[in-house]
């Protein structure tokens, strides 16, 4: 019976975890699962609503993601209804009255209408699933707080119908913070529940994660480089968005823009050319993307830090739904942190602000309606708050159903009707969700920073299954690594010792700078790069271990080169190993004999007063000495 379903929905074998997801539905049983992007998320709960005797109901977050699925299954033969704002009430009362409808799509805010759960509460509903549950974490707190009322809508159909009504929540991103949220406000039975959550990585996509100054000649170079390839550009903004578009367009590369401020109209046909391959390139926002199935995207492009890792991962994995080879670029620079943070308070803003905003409307309160003159209104706030943080203050306010906002045309205020209290909101309501947006963020910047497989750093984020290497081999820094690796490879130690040598470099900073080919100074001219593949973290890190080893003296911030230690092969093997080690994401500040090298150093550092790099330094380069050629003068000694 089921593979007969399955073939309605081209399913030849079923992935991991597929079958296991519809049972346990089948069975009546919530479930939590957590699936990579275009995966067959949505061909579970379907086949299982199929199965089934009653209706399911699909709260999901975009009115096209619930309309591309109705038209899909509705194509399979499956009776099925979207209901948004827009739905035509003749309409929607007609399908509902069908026994024949199994899946009915909804958006979280139809779920607070009394009328449609006192309609629907006559059919035997027989589950609720939740696509794209992470949106319950990621706006639930913020702009659509209708997401928090998904347990008061099963309590009351439970006792409308006089039945226990299972849910199910189905997400690819998910790490404990989202899980807990999605239990908390669906009424999932924790111990009771069908729990699956796959490995989050996906081997075909290849992600760069690139900081620059100038991001316009990086993305146009990067353009260039990958002409006439399916490509979606994310900026954080609208605004961004648009300096995108205006920058693309100068540049002679045609494309399509998406974003909430155009009209349905024009968004529906800008989806429509890039859907249908009639143009590459689509820059949008985030409101673009959710539920997209375009399966031969290659390219994502983060022109700013996504405001979550969760964001990133859900946009990045547009890519590649063909299972071929397709690439994920982030750019990003310290501008980011600011625009972050900025954007963080319009959305959550400050307690004070919203006690002061509303304090003032109540104050000039004329039978419960006021006009609110943006110029006037912010100054006579008895703090600093922008026009655009006034405009986050008043749609956090609607959002909680605190005020009501009449917008009136061609004039300059806004209107708005106090409907209830700040009373029931406390300070620490308010200020925690713009401090949960911030450390999501800054988790954000973190991956994008590191310099760590970027595999293994979003598997340990997501708390996936652990998996069994240390770097996946396609992420940028891997084959920095790797590259670093051919690199030393090729050139002996010896060659590196006369690039360095040679260079009458004399400063650690210089040293680095000449190894890899960068700096505008007379010396670093006469370097030829020699490492100019590799990253700078390696060079830093070989430079390192060339001081701590002792092929570099180290006396007053100054660099010697040590002729000795180099005709030791047994410290270059040493050198070798150590850098070898490092290659592999195994950080020689992580290794016990690194620790105890420190201690010791730091505690004879104190003792002598010296600085700490000049005693380890010195002691190594002793050892050297009296291996190669035994004992020496304490007169060599102190000269040393």
Not at 370 to 388: I, T
Not at 554 to 568: G, L, P
Request: charge should be neutral; glycine fraction near 4%.
């Amino acid at each position: 019976m089921i593979q007969d379903i399955a073939e309605k929905f081209k399913i030849e074998n079923f992935k991991e975890g597929q079958l296991e997801t519809i049972n346990a539905a089948l069975r009546g049983e919530d479930v939590l699962c957590f699936m990579p992007t275009g995966y067959g998320k949505s061909a579970c709960f379907q086949i299982a609503a199929m199965m089934g005797a009653g209706v399911t109901i699909v709260v999901s977050p975009l009115t096209a993601l619930m309309n591309d699925q109705v038209e899909s299954l509705r194509e399979k033969g499956v009776p099925s209804l979207a209901i948004h704002m827009n739905s035509d009430r003749d309409h929607v009362k007609k399908m509902l009255s069908k026994s024949s409808t199994k899946l009915i799509y909804v958006s979280p805010e139809r779920l607070s209408n009394n009328a449609f759960v006192d309609f629907i509460s006559k059919r035997n509903i027989e589950r609720i699933v939740v696509d794209e549950a992470h949106c319950i974490s990621m706006w639930g707190y913020g702009f659509r707080p209708d997401y928090q009322s998904i347990i008061c809508f099963k309590r009351k159909l439970e006792l409308a119908q006089s039945k226990r009504i299972p849910v199910s929540a189905f997400t690819a991103t998910a790490n404990f913070k989202v899980i807990a949220d999605i239990i908390k406000f669906t009424g999932i039975d924790k111990d009771n529940t069908f729990f699956h959550k796959g490995n989050v990585i996906r081997e075909n996509i290849h992600i760069e994660m690139k900081e620059c100054q100038d991001k316009s000649d990086a993305l146009l170079n990067y353009l260039h480089k990958n002409a006439f390839e399916p490509s979606v550009i994310y900026g954080i903004t609208i605004k961004e968005v648009e300096k995108i578009s205006l920058l693309l367009t100068k540049s002679g590369i045609v494309h399509e823009k998406y974003h909430s401020n155009m009209s349905p109209e024009d968004k529906e046909q800008a989806m429509d050319k890039f859907m249908n391959n009639h143009v590459d390139v689509m820059i949008a926002t985030s409101a673009f993307g959710m539920g997209i199935n375009k399966i031969n995207i290659r390219h994502v492009i983060h022109y700013n830090i996504p405001e979550s890792v969760e964001m990133f991962y859900q946009q990045v994995g547009r890519a590649g739904r063909d299972n071929k080879d397709s690439f994920s670029l982030l750019l990003y620079n310290k501008k980011d942190k600011s625009l972050n943070r900025f954007m963080s308070l319009l959305s959550y803003p400050k307690y004070s602000h919203v006690f002061a905003v509303l304090n003032l409307i109540k104050s000039i309160n004329c039978d419960g309606i006021v006009d609110v003159n943006e110029d006037v209104f912010l100054k006579a706030l008895p703090l600093r708050v922008s026009s655009a943080e006034l405009r986050g203050v008043i749609n956090y306010l609607k959002n909680k159903k605190i005020l009501s906002e009449f917008p009136e045309k061609n004039t300059p205020f806004l209107r708005v009707e106090i409907v209830s209290d700040l009373v029931s909101l406390s300070k620490s309501e308010i200020d925690a969700p713009r401090k949960r947006v911030m450390r999501d963020f800054d988790d954000m910047y973190l991956l994008a920073s590191s310099d760590h497989c970027r595999s293994y750093l979003l598997s340990e984020y997501f708390s996936s299954r652990s998996i069994t290497y240390s770097e996946c081999g396609h992420c940028d820094n891997c084959r920095k690594r790797s590259m670093s690796k051919v690199v030393l490879e090729e050139k002996s130690l010896s060659d590196i010792y006369s690039d360095i040598k040679g260079s009458d470099f004399l400063y650690s900073s210089e040293i680095i700078d000449g190894l890899i080919g960068v700096g505008q100074n007379e010396k670093l001219a006469r370097s030829k790069g020699m490492l100019s593949e590799a990253s700078f973290k390696f060079a830093t890190l070989l430079v390192n271990n060339l001081i701590n080893l002792g092929f570099l003296i180290s006396y007053c911030d100054v660099y010697i080169v040590n002729k000795i230690a180099f005709k030791n092969s047994a410290l270059r093997d040493t050198l070798l190993a150590s850098t070898n080690q490092v290659l592999t994401c195994k950080p020689i500040e992580d290794t016990p004999e690194y620790r105890e090298m420190v201690s010791d150093r730091n505690k004879r550092s104190d003792e002598l007063s010296l600085h700490p790099d000049m005693i380890a330094t010195h002691k190594q380069i002793i050892e050297s000495i009296t291996k190669e050629y035994g004992n020496v003068s304490k007169e060599t000694i102190a000269i040393l």
